[in-house]
């Protein structure tokens, strides 16, 4: 898969995650490919 396609895809599940989800705005999150 072409990286575009999956920063989209856990960009979503970030969004829909439980643990995010209890933590948004309270822990700063960074995202990264590897």
């Known amino acids: 898969m072409d990286k575009e396609t999956l920063k989209d895809i856990v960009d979503r599940a970030h969004i829909v995650c439980p643990c995010s989800n209890a933590t948004r705005g ?5 995202l990264t490919l590897v």
């Open 26 to 30: 309270n822990i700063k999150v960074t």
